[in-house]
């Protein structure tokens, strides 16, 4: 086969054309798909600040370099500034700048060389953990004062499990606690932790659900302790349904595990002090509340006895006044009384009686006379005022058809007929 044919067949099987975005674009996929997170070590060379706060400068060693950005609000402000020839360890995402199409490193965290890997893993972990808001405060729950039973996740032959063991069978008797045993250090463990944490938070059938759970170990270096600083066991702590107490290591000592639990307390011991009240605390305190209710109690019953005599006092003043109220009243009735004796009202009404039985006898004569008196003296006026007595003196009245009285002549017309009264009668005629 000719070169040629090689060639015709080469392009057959690659038929697809990439823009060069595209190109870019794929191989910026392909390397954040292929790279988490990672630590590089190096040494600094072209660091330039920009006027926009963001920092660029390459990371080279004695065969290769790499380009390198840490975006302004990306990590904290650095101690002291960075110089070209400094020996660094950093922290960050492999990605593409397509404009120029380079790849380069997103500087998360920066530190000197040497200053130790698990301390800048924890800051790293603790800063995406706090982002992502599993140490918000709002989110923590409130342990319930008197807690019935505890689930505490730890080694079973520890001194921690001991000591928070006597604490509480001391200041609570009444606990019911269940242990469930797990590897606080070493490969694996906080796979173990985790695990066991889900075991007590969620539903099971074989013990009842727990009030409060204890993560706990005894303190040692961050090596020791680093198991409690996986996101493992930060995220079972998160998705728990109970609160969650972490108890590890001593005082001075802190742990990712801390920063989620709903409390942290100093050190084991410290922990189940906080989680149950002390019995003996809690005897005195009813005893002490006793005393002051039973002090409540009778002052309350010497109140309300004092009340109940003052009242007693006022009753008897008030019925007193009611009953000489009375009294007065009832007198002052019977002297109304007797001032109407029946028999004098009555014959005050007998002999206002007698009166005007004589005046109403007295009475129809006289009012007929008055009557005959008032009609005459009418029927005078009318005499000489009415409509006879006028047309005695040579008047006349006209009346048209419908007997209404004609007052001028424009009330009549040409053929109507009309009546003419006169003092010995009436006679008809029509207008022409």
């Not at 600040?49 to 950005?69: E, P």
Request: hydrophobic share 40%; proline share 4%; net charge positive.
């Amino acid at each position: 086969m000719t070169g040629m044919q090689l060639t015709a067949d080469f392009f057959q099987q690659t038929s697809k054309v990439f823009t060069v975005s595209e190109l870019t674009r794929s191989i910026r996929g392909t390397l954040e798909a292929k790279f988490d997170a990672i630590w590089v070590q190096g040494e600094i060379s072209n660091y330039k600040q920009h006027a926009s706060g963001h920092q660029y400068f390459t990371l080279k060693d004695q065969r290769a370099q790499i380009a390198c950005v840490i975006w302004r609000d990306a990590m904290a402000p650095l101690r002291q500034p960075l110089v070209d020839g400094v020996q660094v360890q950093v922290y960050g995402t492999v990605t593409v700048f397509e404009a120029r199409g380079q790849y380069q490193l997103n500087v998360q965290i920066l530190q000197p060389r040497g200053l130790g890997l698990l301390q800048a893993k924890f800051e790293a972990l603790k800063r995406k953990l706090e982002a992502e808001g599993l140490f918000a405060s709002e989110r923590k729950r409130p342990l319930p004062k008197f807690p019935q039973r505890i689930g505490i996740v730890t080694s079973p032959s520890g001194a921690a499990v001991r000591d928070m063991l006597n604490v509480l069978r001391r200041r609570a008797p009444w606990l019911h606690i269940l242990i469930n045993p797990v590897r606080v250090q070493g490969t694996g463990a906080a796979q173990e932790i985790a695990v066991a944490t889900r075991e007590l938070a969620g539903p099971n059938e074989r013990f009842a659900p727990l009030d409060v759970i204890v993560i706990t170990r005894g303190g040692g270096s961050i090596e020791d302790l680093w198991e409690f600083n996986e996101e493992i066991v930060a995220r079972a702590i998160f998705h728990s349904d109970v609160p969650i107490v972490s108890a590890v290591g001593h005082e001075i000592d802190f742990t990712i595990c801390d920063f989620v639990a709903d409390l942290r307390a100093p050190t084991p011991s410290a922990a189940a002090e906080l989680i149950v009240p002390d019995v003996i605390d809690l005897r005195q305190q009813t005893e002490r509340c006793a005393r002051a209710l039973g002090r409540q109690l009778l002052d309350r019953v010497r109140d309300a006895q004092q009340r109940l005599d003052h009242a007693r006092e006022m009753l008897q003043r008030c019925l007193a006044h009611k009953i000489d109220a009375y009294k007065r009243a009832l007198l002052h009735a019977l002297r109304v009384l007797q001032a109407r004796s029946p028999v004098r009202e009555l014959m005050i009404r007998s002999n206002r009686f007698a009166d005007l039985r004589r005046r109403l006898v007295a009475c129809p004569d006289r009012l007929i006379e008055n009557a005959k008196q008032r009609f005459y003296q009418i029927e005078g006026i009318l005499r000489v005022l009415g409509p006879d007595a006028t047309l005695g003196r040579g008047y006349s009245i006209t009346l048209d058809e419908r007997g209404t009285i004609v007052r001028t002549v424009l009330a009549v017309r040409t053929k109507m007929k009309i009546r003419t009264r006169v003092s010995d009668g009436e006679f008809g005629s029509e207008i022409l």
